[in-house]
């Protein structure tokens, strides 16, 4: 059985370009979640998915970021004119939608804007 | 607010007993959760408690006092690889499965 996915693992752009970071959750979970990690810092959670639904987006800051987890395919968070203070590991983690709903993370993908 | 807190850092040794403590204030409660960390790779999922009292799971056990906001993880039989960062989460109220993290207690075993 799979685990959560990610892709890419690592990702480099320069100020003011995209990026799009992909998630696949494991196989028979219908929720996702966004998380960010900066460098000696804890887990931020950012957003909160199921199929074509943002369930919770409390934590996604308010200009340049977006989150959608389509009916097909993986999840996607979108990073507009990407600044140097977006750098850091984003993890994608996936539950089921019932009992304890116990979060599976992804392998993480590090972004660096240079 | 939402506050958690762990210590930075802790040492023990290889076969020994360590204790992880956390506290937490958080509008709502619905779990508390720990996860390992090794660095530069992802959470894993340790334990769950919801319910005051221990869980025991192999060499790790959590505890949970909801009335005191407090919980810690004992790891037993300490082995090197158990050198990592150890996240405490809690789950929040209400129709959200956010976690709350704490900034992690990086744990070194030494020989």
């Known amino acids: 059985n799979a685990g959560v996915m990610q892709n890419p693992r690592h990702l480099v752009r320069r100020r003011g370009q995209e990026a799009r970071l992909r998630c696949s959750p494991m196989k028979g979970h219908s929720h996702v979640y966004w998380y960010r990690q900066l460098p000696e810092e804890g887990l931020k959670f950012m957003v909160y998915l199921q199929k074509e639904n943002i369930i919770d987006e409390s934590g996604m800051p308010k200009e340049r970021f977006s989150a959608e987890f389509p009916k097909e395919g993986p999840s996607i968070l979108r990073i507009q004119q990407v600044v140097r203070g977006d750098s850091a590991a984003y993890f994608c983690?996936?539950?089921?939608?019932?009992?304890?709903?116990?979060?599976?993370f992804g392998p993480g993908t590090r972004l660096t804007v240079t | 607010g939402q506050n958690i807190d762990q210590p930075t850092e802790m040492t023990a040794t290889e076969g020994a007993i360590v204790q992880i403590n956390c506290t937490y204030q958080t509008s709502g409660f619905n779990g508390l959760f720990w996860y390992q960390q090794h660095a530069g790779e992802a959470p894993t999922f340790l334990s769950y408690?919801?319910?005051?009292g221990l869980e025991e799971k192999g060499r790790f056990s959590s505890f949970l006092s909801r009335s005191k906001g407090y919980s810690y993880l004992l790891l037993k039989e300490l082995q090197m690889k158990d050198s990592a960062s150890y996240l405490c989460a809690v789950r929040g109220g209400g129709a959200t499965n956010k976690l709350i993290f704490g900034t992690g207690t990086l744990l070194a075993v030494q020989p």
């Open positions: 983690a996936s539950s089921t939608g019932t009992g304890v709903h116990e979060q599976y």
């Open positions: 408690n919801v319910l005051d």
